[in-house]
């Protein structure tokens, strides 16, 4: 069968390669075409396009960029009428895929089936894609256990849960027995791949460093370069902070407990086995906890309690984003404490509802992809 592949930054490349590899095992007489990074490549097919060159975050990059985007999606189109996918495949990559891929599908690609794998975070906001998902999409592969019943009650109902590559990753950074061998004594800092992240978020956290006593590590994201942390960090607390490039897990996995910026970091922290702190600056301080409570559809910002379905992580955002309630939030985890025990517990709750799908998540998902066409 023929698959045409949509993401558009690196992570999608990694998921959408793995979904690759599996679909030719499933598959043998699979082709693809694709938009996509070098991992895809590797894997073989027609590059449409590189996802490396779509990789445009923020509002007002994107209204700049619209022009080289619009004329992007034209191209991808033509592509894909020449091709004739079997199946058109979206990862992530919502903005793009909504507004250039899954109209066109449905209007001028009848035959084929439209599939979501790791669909947009509709459940936190932007529900007004909910009827686009319903009626442009034959097929919805969730990667988080609560998407379904969310998707299910939204009238979505062809939607699966198929694993997460996440805890895949993590599962197998603890077998192969890596460390990061920089003692224990430490809080793990984690404060965003953003500029505007980091200059918010990580002030504050070394400030509750300096209060605890601690030496702390930064897991530096690769966006995070030393002259924007020179930048951020006057030269007594930068002499605080060791800063490490390229090895999150090693840092986290060692040490004492952590300072994380809301995300995918939250979820990684808690398979790594590392206590946390959620820790994420919005402006309007408390204005933005009142929105949150009563605008959005979720009760918690992390994935960590999202997924647990209760609270296990301390989510100090908004109005709760000060140094006086992260620090009180962090010191009982530093030592062995009723409240880091509850929250090791709580982990081992994310952990179970993680591994419910049996198998990989590429795998689960070519397999749902079969079954959809009838093998």
Same mark, same amino acid.
């Given at each position: 069968?023929k698959?045409?592949i949509?993401?558009?930054?690196?992570?999608? #490349?990694?998921?959408?390669?793995?979904?690759?590899?599996?679909?030719?095992k499933?598959?043998?007489?699979?082709?693809?075409?694709f938009?996509?990074?070098?991992?895809m490549r590797?894997?073989g097919g027609?590059?449409v396009?590189k996802?490396? #060159?779509?990789?445009? @975050?923020?509002?007002?990059?994107?209204?700049?960029?619209?022009?080289?985007?619009?004329?992007?999606?034209?191209?991808?189109r033509?592509?894909m009428?020449?091709?004739?996918?079997d199946?058109?495949?979206?990862?992530?990559?919502?903005?793009?895929?909504?507004?250039y891929?899954?109209?066109?599908?449905h209007?001028?690609?009848p035959?084929s089936?439209?599939v979501?794998?790791?669909?947009?975070?509709?459940?936190?906001?932007?529900?007004?894609?909910?009827p686009?998902?319903?009626e442009?999409?034959?097929l919805?592969?969730?990667?988080?256990?609560?998407?379904?019943?969310?998707?299910?009650?939204?009238?979505?109902?062809?939607?699966?849960?198929?694993?997460?590559?996440?805890?895949?990753?993590?599962?197998?950074?603890l077998?192969?027995?890596?460390?990061?061998?920089y003692?224990?004594?430490?809080?793990?800092?984690?404060?965003?791949?953003?500029?505007?992240?980091?200059?918010?978020?990580?002030?504050? @956290?070394v400030? *509750?460093?300096?209060?605890?006593?601690?030496?702390g590590?930064?897991a530096?994201?690769?966006?995070?370069?030393?002259?924007?942390?020179g930048?951020v960090?006057?030269?007594g607390?930068? /002499?605080? *902070?060791?800063?490490?490039?390229?090895?999150?897990?090693?840092?986290?996995?060692?040490a004492?407990?952590?300072?994380?910026?809301?995300?995918?970091?939250t979820l990684?922290?808690?398979l790594?086995?590392?206590p946390?702190v959620v820790?994420?600056?919005?402006?309007g301080g408390? *204005?933005?906890n009142?929105v949150?409570?009563?605008?959005?559809?979720?009760?918690y910002?992390?994935?960590?309690?999202?997924i647990?379905?209760?609270?296990?992580?301390?989510?100090?955002?908004?109005g709760?984003?000060?140094?006086?309630?992260?620090?009180k939030?962090?010191?009982?985890?530093?030592?062995d404490?009723s409240q880091?025990?509850?929250?090791?517990?709580?982990?081992d709750?994310?952990? /179970?509802?993680?591994?419910?799908s049996?198998?990989s998540a590429?795998?689960?998902?070519?397999?749902?992809?079969g079954?959809?066409?009838?093998?």
């Open positions: 069968m698959y045409f949509v993401v558009g930054e690196a992570s999608g #490349d990694l998921h959408a390669s793995r979904l690759m590899r599996a679909l030719k499933e598959d043998p007489g699979a082709s693809f075409a938009v996509g990074g070098p991992l590797a894997e027609l590059l396009h996802s490396e #060159d779509l990789a445009i @975050m923020g509002f007002i990059p994107v209204v700049k960029n619209l022009g080289y985007l619009s004329e992007t999606g034209r191209k991808v033509e592509k009428l020449d091709f004739g996918p199946v058109l495949i979206c990862v992530d990559f919502s903005g793009f895929c909504f507004r891929i899954l109209p066109f599908a209007d001028y690609l035959l089936k439209v979501y794998y790791i669909p947009p975070k509709v459940w936190a906001w932007k529900k007004w894609r909910i686009k998902l319903r442009l999409t034959d919805v592969l969730c990667i988080f256990p609560f998407e379904v019943a969310f998707f299910k009650k939204e009238g979505v109902t062809k939607v699966g849960y198929v694993g997460n590559p996440t805890y895949e990753t993590v599962t197998e950074y077998s192969s027995g890596q460390s990061g061998n003692g224990s004594d430490y809080v793990a800092l984690l404060c965003g791949s953003r500029t505007g992240e980091v200059k918010t978020n990580l002030p504050t @956290m400030s *509750v460093l300096r209060e605890t006593g601690k030496r590590i930064l530096a994201a690769p966006s995070v370069t030393d002259a924007l942390i930048e960090l006057p030269p607390d930068r /002499a605080l *902070v060791k800063i490490v490039h390229g090895d999150t897990y090693g840092v986290v996995r060692g004492k407990a952590a300072l994380v910026t809301s995300g995918t970091a990684e922290t808690a790594l086995g590392t946390q820790c994420y600056a919005v402006r408390a *204005v933005a009142f949150f409570d009563n605008f959005f559809s979720i009760p910002i992390s994935l960590v309690n999202l647990a379905g209760q609270e296990v992580v301390p989510e100090m955002y908004g709760l984003f000060t140094k006086k309630r992260i620090r939030a962090l010191m009982p985890l530093l030592s404490t880091r025990r509850e929250m090791l517990l709580g982990y709750l994310v952990r /179970a509802k993680l591994s419910a049996g198998s590429s795998l689960n998902a070519a397999l749902a992809i079954r959809l066409m009838g093998r």
